[in-house]
């Protein structure tokens, strides 16, 4: 499965540690439109966290996965193109995730650890629903 967009967080192994190092591009050929691209598998840790809420506020989707690699850093590639590629951490695969994704909306926030468990324990005091695929 691949994410991409042109606004990465910088704080992504949390707010507490230093910030992931980043460069700066352009998004659109004339120049204007300032993008982020981070080189996602120059961190420590690969074990991920995909989770996107429904539009309906009832409903979790979390792929519980592993970062396999990482796009766009030293690439001057207009529009969105600063990639992570990952999979499911246990089955290998995001197949899954991607075809119930179509309940949940396209844009896929991510951090690096595996949080599985506490966003279960979270929408169970919310009473919201949550799939987690792995």
Known sequence: MAVNHSVPGIKMNGFDKPGLPYQL???VDSGWG??????????DTKDITVARMNPHGTGILVLKGVLTGSKGWDDETIGCHDIAYM????????????RKQSDYGNHLPW????????LVKLCRMLNIEIEVIS
């Open 25 to 27: 591009s352009h998004f």
């Open 111 to 118: 951090v690096y650890g595996d949080y599985s468990g506490q």
């Open 34 to 43: 300032t993008k982020v691209i981070v080189d996602f598998m120059k961190n």
């Open 87 to 98: 999979v499911g951490k246990d089955s290998g695969t995001a197949r899954e995730f991607v």
